[in-house]
Every structure is written in structure tokens, then in C-alpha cells.
């Protein structure tokens, strides 16, 4: 069971990272036009790519690294760092669903009305940056989990 959980482990992390990494270049592309149909389609990739490639990868991510540690050599007694990136996925679960995909659903929503409207709505931009800071969060986040996967500070080297 261990290798197949490793392999899902892997699309996981490709679909999570891979997708986030895919939101920060269309931010860089959209940059601050405020032209609210080029906004609205790029929202619309936003939340598609969302709901097909980061909400699932996540989840694969999460639970194949638990399945990974409760079946492997790692003991949640033995080594903190486990413990540590743990913690971390729960609060990047908990992140990513109460907090930024309530928002993207909003924020893609205003966009929408904006396009039909023919101009950016006022409420987006705050809407966006709250969206955008909470994303911000997630991402450190991941990158400290994933830190930790790879250093195991505290781990004895064999």
C-alpha cells in the first residue's frame, strides 16, 4: 500500500502546487487592468481549476501523506517535524475550505456581474485581496510542510 499512496502523494502535490502556481501567473498576467472582461475569464479559470485540480489535490495530499505516516517508518511520537507538518495540513485544510473557496466563488461571482456591467464592480478589488491574503497564507504554509518533509529537523539520520 505504501508505494501506490506515495504515487497519489506525488499527483497530489503536482495538482495542488501546480494549480497555485498557475493562480499566481494569471495575477501576473491580469496585473492591475481593471478590464472587467479579461477579469471575469480569468476568474473563471480561477475557479475551475479550483474545484477540478486544487480542492482534490489537496485532499489526495493530505490523505495519502496520513496514510503514508501511519503505515511507514515515521511515529507521530518518534518525530516532531511529522507532528509539525501534520498541524500544518490541518490548518492549511481548514484555510483553503472555510476561508479562500467561499471567496473565490464570490470574488468570481462579482467579476461576472462586472462584465455583464461593462466595468469592475467596487466591491471586487477588496473582495480580491482578501482572497489573495488569505492565499498568501496558504501557500507559506505549504512551503513549510513541505520544508519540513524534506529536512526532518530533529530526525536522526540512518
Same mark, same amino acid.
Given at each position: *500500500?505504501?508505494?501506490?499512496?506515495?504515487?497519489?502523494?506525488?499527483?497530489?502535490?503536482? *495538482? $495542488?502546487?501546480?494549480?497555485i502556481?498557475?493562480? @499566481?501567473?494569471? =495575477?501576473?498576467?491580469?496585473? !492591475?487592468?481593471?478590464?472587467? %472582461?479579461?477579469?471575469?475569464?480569468?476568474?473563471? $479559470?480561477?475557479?475551475? @481549476?479550483?474545484?477540478?485540480?486544487?480542492?482534490?489535490?489537496?485532499?489526495?495530499?493530505? @490523505?495519502?501523506g496520513?496514510l503514508?505516516? &501511519?503505515?511507514?517508518?515515521?511515529?507521530?511520537?518518534?518525530?516532531?517535524? %511529522?507532528?509539525?507538518?501534520?498541524?500544518?495540513?490541518? %490548518?492549511?485544510?481548514?484555510?483553503?475550505?472555510? $476561508? !479562500?473557496?467561499?471567496?473565490?466563488?464570490?470574488?468570481?461571482? !462579482?467579476?461576472?456581474?462586472?462584465?455583464?456591467?461593462?466595468?469592475?464592480?467596487?466591491?471586487? *478589488?477588496?473582495? /480580491?485581496?482578501?482572497?489573495? *491574503?488569505?492565499?498568501?497564507? =496558504?501557500? %507559506?504554509? @505549504?512551503?513549510?510542510?513541505?520544508? &519540513?518533509?524534506?529536512? /526532518?529537523?530533529?530526525?536522526?539520520?540512518?
Open positions: *500500500m505504501r508505494n501506490p499512496a506515495k504515487v497519489l502523494h506525488l499527483i497530489g502535490l503536482v *495538482m $495542488f502546487m501546480g494549480s502556481l498557475s493562480f @499566481i501567473a494569471m =495575477n501576473a498576467f491580469v496585473g !492591475i487592468s481593471t478590464d472587467a %472582461l479579461l477579469i471575469s475569464h480569468q476568474r473563471q $479559470f480561477v475557479s475551475t @481549476i479550483t474545484w477540478a485540480l486544487t480542492i482534490p489535490g489537496m485532499w489526495i495530499l493530505v @490523505i495519502t496520513c503514508t505516516a &501511519l503505515s511507514g517508518k515515521y511515529s507521530l511520537t518518534e518525530h516532531r517535524w %511529522l507532528v509539525g507538518k501534520l498541524a500544518l495540513a490541518v %490548518l492549511i485544510l481548514i484555510n483553503a475550505t472555510f $476561508f !479562500i473557496s467561499p471567496l473565490v466563488g464570490q470574488v468570481t461571482g !462579482i467579476a461576472g456581474q462586472s462584465a455583464t456591467q461593462g466595468q469592475l464592480l467596487p466591491s471586487y *478589488m477588496p473582495l /480580491k485581496a482578501k482572497e489573495d *491574503m488569505y492565499g498568501i497564507a =496558504n501557500f %507559506l504554509m @505549504i512551503v513549510a510542510a513541505i520544508l &519540513l518533509a524534506i529536512y /526532518k529537523p530533529g530526525s536522526r539520520r540512518q
